[in-house]
RNA sequence: GCGGCGGUCGUCUAGCCUGGACUAGGACGCCGGCCUGCCAAGCCGGAGGUCCCGGGUUCAAAUCCCGGCCGCCGCACCA
């Protein structure tokens, strides 16, 4: 039956199409004229988009629930916590615009490129104090520069009537679950590793986006923060046997060094062994990546993972790969960021905060070690010094043990300018029971952008057959599951009978619709454009026996079965990937 | 942000250069009727348009000019 199926050269072209027209996305805002980086879900776009996170969610989270615990945070945070996390400092970049031409430049970029060293912490001001200095002009026009000014991708805000009080919104969901790390910590008894999940909206003030769903200024991500001890690297990844066999497309960052574009398949175990990954623990959520992209429709080759070099990588990371995939009209594209972040967050939120989040694992036996000890005779300081006694303790106080070790170890030590009286340290050995060992957690991080792999689902459902359009959805995922057809649209006993089908499914939770306008034909081609998977008709044998046709949508094969065994039949055919074949008796054309 | 191209019923588009008979045409879709025993059949009827927004030129603007918004492509940007 089925002639031909052709993928056309501009697919985004016509998903845009489909999009408005059966109501899966289109711009934001339109009736004012929209906002660039903005797009409305509509109702079937909005299901599809559930379904996909709700598959996520069964990857990364359920399968892991010993492991994997899921949370919600807020999406505006105080200024604090992006100074801690570091975005108010790197996501701020000055920019300079030249006058005569009107091209942006960052400021920083240009000057370390006139002058030949680091300008690294200048303020705006101070670039352009050297720009007018040292006469640089526009790198292509040759045009004056104007002024410096600042550009932030953060959306800032104020929290409540006070003005100091700076909001922002969330760049990325990761600070919301570091911020709650110690009671996430606690309430899981203690235990690691472990990981907190979040599926939540971000903002990016985005300079110019484009791309439609591809880059966006608000958008959702779904993202994992996992908590090792980064000295037991085989029990942080209690699963990675899981997937250890399973083979990756991995582009090392070595390797494009070296003139090498395409990735290479490699075995997680191996990858993990020759230190291609750096830590287990991030291939194995690569490979659960990987399983996911497939799942939603995405070819094994069609995606693979780039490493990002020192200089691409985000100030946090050690380790990064983008997971790409491929699409019509923009090649290559990032759906997901699988990053080792060390103890990067924890441990400035640390400092920032002046809270604990370390975590504790105890030793089997409580150990005794000897310990070299910093003592500060009090007494003596207090006696010699009077006055200044107070001033010297508590600068002594602010000090870390190997600092005032080495103050110790001087022939004459001083502090706040005063020479320590003799005797005022005294370095000593004690001996110390330690039941176990502290440190700050590492962070293994697959972070993943919602919106561009449901747009990356839609590419790879289009299918045209026979001229018709056909939404060749994974069935889980697909947005409307089954729809309800009377054989003819002017037969009341059909109509009635379908209807009461319609409503028995919904009673079982499916998500349906009933269609009764138009010729079959065209109903089973309006339900494929959307990629509804099972069609029900209601012929003139169901009034006889209570029995339906069940149709496939890339069959387009019948079988028949009962009405009464349609929901269970539905519930293998959608999430256990039953054979059409299986579910009943075939229905010959 | 810059440059190029574009923006017309729900969707895709004709018209724009060469202003007026455009009351803005078509196709698809949608709705109603007839017909129809399984894959966008046919016939009849219908609804549906701020011609992106604002200003200007003109007796007259979808059409010409200016500004803005939005989209696509290239450049820049994308921790």
Redesign the pocket.
Request: charged share 30%; with cysteine.
């Given at each position: 039956?089925r002639v031909r199926s052709v993928l056309p050269e501009d697919l985004?072209g016509k998903l845009?199409?489909i999009g408005?027209?059966r109501g899966f996305f289109w711009?934001s805002y339109e009736?004012y004229?929209?906002?660039?980086?903005f797009y409305d879900w509509g109702p079937l776009g909005f299901l599809l988009k559930k379904r996909i996170i709700e598959k996520w969610r069964r990857f990364f989270v359920h399968y892991h629930q010993e492991y994997v615990v899921e949370i919600e945070t807020p999406v505006l945070g105080p200024e604090k916590v992006y100074v801690a996390s570091g975005?108010v400092e790197?996501?701020t970049?000055p920019i300079v615009?030249c006058t005569r031409?009107?091209?942006?430049?960052?400021a920083d970029?240009l000057v370390e490129e006139a002058i030949g060293e680091s300008v690294e912490g200048l303020s705006p001001e101070e670039l352009g104090r050297i720009i007018r200095e040292k006469g640089i002009t526009c790198p292509v026009c040759g045009g004056p520069l104007g002024e410096v000014s600042t550009f932030n991708?953060l959306f800032k805000t104020q929290i409540g009537p006070y003005e100091g009080s700076i909001g922002y919104l969330r760049?990325?969901l990761a600070q919301g679950m570091f911020v709650a790390f110690k009671r996430v910590y606690e309430s899981l008894r203690g235990k690691i590793p472990f990981g907190i999940a979040q599926v939540g909206r971000v903002g990016?003030n985005?300079?110019?986006?484009?791309?439609?769903l591809v880059?966006l200024r608000e958008f959702t991500i779904m993202e994992m923060e996992y908590f090792i001890d980064p000295e037991d690297r085989e029990g942080s990844c209690p699963f990675f046997h899981r997937m250890a066999g399973e083979k990756l497309p991995i582009l090392t960052h070595e390797a494009k060094t070296r003139g090498v574009e395409k990735p290479d398949w490699i075995r997680l175990d191996e990858a993990v062994e020759e230190g291609i990954i750096v830590h287990p623990c991030l291939g194995y959520w690569m490979a659960v990546g990987m399983k996911f992209t497939e799942s939603i429709g995405v070819p094994r080759d069609k995606t693979y993972f780039d490493e990002k070099g020192p200089d691409e990588r985000?100030?946090y990371s050690t380790q990064t790969f983008d997971q790409l995939v491929e699409v019509t009209?923009?090649g290559w594209v990032e759906v997901a960021?699988h990053s080792y972040r060390g103890d990067y967050d924890l441990g400035r939120h640390m400092k920032y905060s002046g809270e604990d989040l370390t975590a504790f694992k105890p030793y089997r036996e409580p150990i005794t070690v000897k310990r070299r000890k910093i003592l500060i005779n009090k007494a003596v300081i207090g006696r010699e010094l009077k006055r200044d006694a107070k001033r010297v303790l508590e600068a002594l106080s602010r000090m870390s043990d190997s600092d005032l070790e080495e103050l110790a170890s001087r022939e004459e030590p001083v502090v706040e300018g005063i020479k320590l009286p003799r005797g005022a340290l005294q370095v000593v050995e004690v001996e110390e029971k330690v039941s176990g060992r502290r440190f700050i957690p590492h962070v293994v991080e697959p972070s993943f952008g919602t919106d561009r792999n449901v747009y990356v689902a839609m590419e790879y459902a289009y299918r045209e057959v026979?001229?018709?359009?056909v939404m060749a959805f994974p069935r889980d995922i697909a947005p409307v599951q089954a729809v309800v057809l009377p054989?003819?649209?002017?037969?009341e006993r059909l109509k009635a009978k379908a209807r009461s089908v319609y409503e028995y499914l919904v009673d079982h939770g499916f998500t349906a619709y009933y269609d009764d306008?138009?010729?079959?034909?065209?109903r089973?081609?309006?339900a494929?454009?959307i990629g509804v998977p099972a069609a029900v008709?209601i012929?003139?044998?169901t009034l006889e026996d209570d029995t339906t046709?069940l149709?496939d949508r890339d069959s387009?094969?019948?079988v028949r079965v009962r009405i009464k065994d349609l929901p269970e039949k539905l519930e293998k055919f959608i999430y256990r990937g039953a054979r059409l074949e299986d579910l009943g008796v075939p229905?010959q054309?």
């Amino acid at each position: 039956m089925r002639v031909r199926s052709v993928l056309p050269e501009d697919l985004f072209g016509k998903l845009v199409e489909i999009g408005k027209r059966r109501g899966f996305f289109w711009p934001s805002y339109e009736i004012y004229g929209g906002v660039a980086g903005f797009y409305d879900w509509g109702p079937l776009g909005f299901l599809l988009k559930k379904r996909i996170i709700e598959k996520w969610r069964r990857f990364f989270v359920h399968y892991h629930q010993e492991y994997v615990v899921e949370i919600e945070t807020p999406v505006l945070g105080p200024e604090k916590v992006y100074v801690a996390s570091g975005h108010v400092e790197h996501f701020t970049d000055p920019i300079v615009r030249c006058t005569r031409c009107g091209r942006t430049y960052r400021a920083d970029h240009l000057v370390e490129e006139a002058i030949g060293e680091s300008v690294e912490g200048l303020s705006p001001e101070e670039l352009g104090r050297i720009i007018r200095e040292k006469g640089i002009t526009c790198p292509v026009c040759g045009g004056p520069l104007g002024e410096v000014s600042t550009f932030n991708l953060l959306f800032k805000t104020q929290i409540g009537p006070y003005e100091g009080s700076i909001g922002y919104l969330r760049p990325e969901l990761a600070q919301g679950m570091f911020v709650a790390f110690k009671r996430v910590y606690e309430s899981l008894r203690g235990k690691i590793p472990f990981g907190i999940a979040q599926v939540g909206r971000v903002g990016r003030n985005e300079i110019s986006p484009r791309q439609a769903l591809v880059r966006l200024r608000e958008f959702t991500i779904m993202e994992m923060e996992y908590f090792i001890d980064p000295e037991d690297r085989e029990g942080s990844c209690p699963f990675f046997h899981r997937m250890a066999g399973e083979k990756l497309p991995i582009l090392t960052h070595e390797a494009k060094t070296r003139g090498v574009e395409k990735p290479d398949w490699i075995r997680l175990d191996e990858a993990v062994e020759e230190g291609i990954i750096v830590h287990p623990c991030l291939g194995y959520w690569m490979a659960v990546g990987m399983k996911f992209t497939e799942s939603i429709g995405v070819p094994r080759d069609k995606t693979y993972f780039d490493e990002k070099g020192p200089d691409e990588r985000a100030h946090y990371s050690t380790q990064t790969f983008d997971q790409l995939v491929e699409v019509t009209r923009w090649g290559w594209v990032e759906v997901a960021g699988h990053s080792y972040r060390g103890d990067y967050d924890l441990g400035r939120h640390m400092k920032y905060s002046g809270e604990d989040l370390t975590a504790f694992k105890p030793y089997r036996e409580p150990i005794t070690v000897k310990r070299r000890k910093i003592l500060i005779n009090k007494a003596v300081i207090g006696r010699e010094l009077k006055r200044d006694a107070k001033r010297v303790l508590e600068a002594l106080s602010r000090m870390s043990d190997s600092d005032l070790e080495e103050l110790a170890s001087r022939e004459e030590p001083v502090v706040e300018g005063i020479k320590l009286p003799r005797g005022a340290l005294q370095v000593v050995e004690v001996e110390e029971k330690v039941s176990g060992r502290r440190f700050i957690p590492h962070v293994v991080e697959p972070s993943f952008g919602t919106d561009r792999n449901v747009y990356v689902a839609m590419e790879y459902a289009y299918r045209e057959v026979n001229g018709r359009v056909v939404m060749a959805f994974p069935r889980d995922i697909a947005p409307v599951q089954a729809v309800v057809l009377p054989l003819v649209e002017n037969d009341e006993r059909l109509k009635a009978k379908a209807r009461s089908v319609y409503e028995y499914l919904v009673d079982h939770g499916f998500t349906a619709y009933y269609d009764d306008s138009g010729s079959i034909g065209r109903r089973y081609a309006r339900a494929d454009e959307i990629g509804v998977p099972a069609a029900v008709t209601i012929d003139y044998q169901t009034l006889e026996d209570d029995t339906t046709t069940l149709r496939d949508r890339d069959s387009w094969r019948q079988v028949r079965v009962r009405i009464k065994d349609l929901p269970e039949k539905l519930e293998k055919f959608i999430y256990r990937g039953a054979r059409l074949e299986d579910l009943g008796v075939p229905v010959q054309s």
